[in-house]
């Protein structure tokens, strides 16, 4: 994660809130369908979870 923030690719953020923020998006997802027992689109929370990583954590400007 480091080599991305140096090459500006993510933000420069401390790595112990970008590794909060990640597992955060990817519970959200996983942890309403374990407790309500519905099905989950794998494939769909796997594209919206990466795209809000991707574009989430890119540097501002």
Known sequence: MRKY???G???K???ARII???FATVLSYVLP???DGGDLDVEQAS???VTF???GL???G
């Open 47 to 49: 594209h919206e979870t």
């Open 53 to 55: 990583i991707l574009d």
């Open 33 to 35: 369908k374990v407790l």
């Open 58 to 60: 890119k540097p501002q």
């Open 20 to 22: 909060q923020y990640i």
């Open 5 to 7: 923030q140096t090459t």
């Open 9 to 11: 690719q993510l933000v």
């Open 13 to 15: 953020w401390p790595l």
